[in-house]
């Protein structure tokens, strides 16, 4: 099969053997992978992994190791994205598996991210337990958004949105922009902060307040007791901080190689809430996308061929560019 490797901080697309399955794993053919800024992190040395990018993806399912199984050969799927210890066969599960937590596994392999091959290829294996199927109702080109859009429902599982009348995203890019909808089908009324004109303006078409991060509006202290910071940029975490009030919350969402100054004190004098957020309920986002209640597709700038790859990620680094596909 084809895949897109990482090589020196490079995209290569080289030619290796299928996957193998170990028993109660499924091999995918991918039909369409999102590049995500996670992707391109992980060329800047982001966890150091060394292999087939991209965790975003949309595919049917090709075999299975087990004839249990049987019944998911020829399924569209979506697949989570951490393989725990039910997945690589542990027989005694570590005490975060135990607890129900398989995204903090302490073996945990992540595709296209941590110690596994990812889906900018033309195969890939994951355990059946990750898979998902996605209803007939739901297109490829907005099925492979499941993974970042399950990310944004999981603010809504963390953090109990009735007690806010608004929340502020911070950050205008792919992310930021699943999560404002998302938030907004919680009705509550979202502001977005960003740099991007063209990117605010996609928000503003999905009733989406928005706010030039240049101005002084956008930078006024203690306005918002709901703060999500997905800027994916150092920077985003000190103005996050300054723009939540007292007492309020504060959802970190963005993933980025290197390290950013912090200051403690505001978060120590404000009394805020701070929460980590990562990956998020596949149920909720498919069932969003459903019913028609978030819609992606304005998000996509391009699809590219799996051959043009490198190509593919090279402009999805471009300003102004939104979701970039490969298929």
Sequence with gaps: MFAAITRLGRVALVQKPQPRLPPGWALVRVRLAGICNTDIEILRGYHNFHG???????????????????????????????????????????????RGLPAQCERRRVLGIIGH????????????????????????????????????????????????REACVLGDGKLAQLIARVLRTAKLRVVMIGKHESK??????????????????????????LVVEATGSPAGFTMAQQITAPRGTLVLKSTFHGATPV?????????????????????????????????????????????????????????????VLLR
Excluded at 134 to 161: K, R, S, Y
Excluded at 204 to 215: E, K, M, N
């Design 200 to 225: 605010l303006r996609l928000a503003r078409l999905a009733g989406i307040a928005t706010l030039r991060s240049v101005s002084h509006t956008a930078r006024r202290a203690n306005a918002f007791t």
């Design 52 to 98: 087939t990018l991209g965790h975003e993806f949309v595919g049917v399912v090709e075999s299975v190791a087990s004839t249990k199984d049987g019944k998911w050969v020829g399924r569209r799927v979506v697949g989570e994205i951490n393989i725990g210890c039910v997945g690589l066969g542990a027989r005694n599960p570590c005490r975060y598996c135990r």
């Design 263 to 323: 200051e403690t004190w505001p978060i120590v004098v404000k009394e805020l809430t701070v929460v980590g957020s990562r990956c998020g309920p596949f149920p909720a986002a498919l069932a969003l996308l459903r019913a028609g209640r978030v819609d992606p597709l304005p998000l996509i700038s391009r699809v590219f061929e799996l051959k043009d790859a490198a190509k593919a990620i090279r402009y999805a680094q471009k300003a102004g560019v939104m979701k």
């Design 117 to 164: 091959d990812g889906a900018f290829a033309e195969f890939l294996a994951l355990p059946v337990a990750n898979l998902h199927r996605v209803p007939a109702g739901i297109p490829d080109d907005a099925a492979v958004f499941t993974e970042p859009l399950a990310a944004a429902c999981e603010i809504l599982e963390q953090v109990n949105v009735r007690e806010h």
